[in-house]
């Protein structure tokens, strides 16, 4: 990947794998994609497929999500680790600690 272009073909690409649940973030600087699957799937072959089709190297490392409440997060969390975190935050949080752990106070 070397530009915005190469991230929207990779996001649509594996926005169409059965299995996904959602594509977080592809970034042709970090080279990266992280997707969320469904509990249970391994998919990592149709993954690497989609993306090899559209002409782009892959290779897949598994990361298992833990979950955190916004109240935990904001907690143990530094404001440089929310930022680069994959949860994101709603732009109109309708609770307190929501709001809260979104701006770091």
């Known amino acids: 990947m070397t530009c915005g ?3 929207n073909d990779i996001t649509t ?13 592809v970034s042709h600087k970090d080279a990266m994609a992280l997707v969320a699957v469904e509990k249970g799937n ?3 072959m149709a993954l690497t497929k989609a993306i090899t089709n559209k002409g ?10 833990k979950t955190a409440t916004t109240e935990t ?12 975190c994959a949860i994101s935050c709603p732009s109109k949080s309708k609770t307190t600690k929501s709001k809260k752990a979104c701006s770091g106070h």
């Not at 690409?13 to 973030?25: N, P, Q, T, Y």
């Not at 782009?56 to 999500?65: G, L, N, R, S, W």
């Open 5 to 7: 272009g190469c991230e």
């Open 13 to 25: 690409a594996l926005s169409g794998v059965d299995g996904v649940k959602k594509v977080i973030k």
């Open 42 to 44: 391994d998919i990592s």
């Open 56 to 65: 782009y190297k892959a290779e897949i490392t598994p990361i298992v999500a």
């Open 73 to 84: 997060m904001s907690k143990t969390c530094t404001a440089k680790e929310r930022a680069s």
